[in-house]
């Protein structure tokens, strides 16, 4: 009587057919995990955003130059260039009267010259940049996120839904 040493070719192919079901159905789950992950990402990039605005508002200076912006007006934005991997933050204010820059050097100050990099980039094509962007809203600061498919996401204080 002849031993059998190893698994017939039958054997193996219905095991690697079993397999690639099961990764069939695991992988959208999986991608869908990946994805959320990189939006919370992106929300605490905001809140680290947000918690280096409302520090900057300590500084005086920096207060009267925010205050002075008035309601819904984009006081700084920071382009999500690439370079390699990590976005640069290239701020610059937008004061109705040509205010003192005081409010952006604080902010700057705060964040040590880097805005946080945005993990989430399926809404941007590929290479384009998006941007973060601070405004002025009933007295409260707002962290946006803008791509260039022109959704923009309030992700601080509140998340917008359609982010979540």
């Known amino acids: 009587m002849k031993k059998n040493k ?3 070719l039958v054997e ?3 095991v690697i057919a079993i397999m690639a079901i099961l990764a069939a159905a695991i992988a959208p789950a999986l991608i869908r995990y990946i994805d959320k992950s990189r939006k919370a990402d992106d929300v605490t990039a905001a809140g680290t955003i947000a918690t280096a605005v409302n520090t900057s508002l300590a500084n ?3 207060y009267d130059a925010y205050a002075i912006a008035g309601d819904n007006v984009v006081l700084m934005t ?3 260039t690439v370079k390699g991997s990590s976005f640069s933050w290239v ?3 937008t ?3 040509g205010e003192d820059d005081v409010f952006e050097k604080e902010v700057n100050s705060n964040l040590s010259g880097q805005a946080p990099q945005v993990k989430y980039k399926k809404d941007a094509g590929k290479g384009k940049p998006q941007t973060w962007a601070i405004k002025v809203s009933n007295d409260k600061p707002i962290v946006l996120l803008s791509t260039d498919t022109n959704n923009n996401y309030e992700l601080s204080p ?4 359609s982010y979540q």
Do not use: K
């Not at 509140?158 to 839904?161: E, K, L, R, S």
């Open 158 to 161: 509140t998340i917008d839904p």
């Open 95 to 97: 004061y109705p009267n």
């Open 12 to 14: 193996l192919i219905i």
């Open 78 to 80: 920071a382009s999500a």
């Open 60 to 62: 005086e200076a920096a």
């Open 91 to 93: 701020a610059t204010g």
């Open 6 to 8: 190893g698994f017939s």
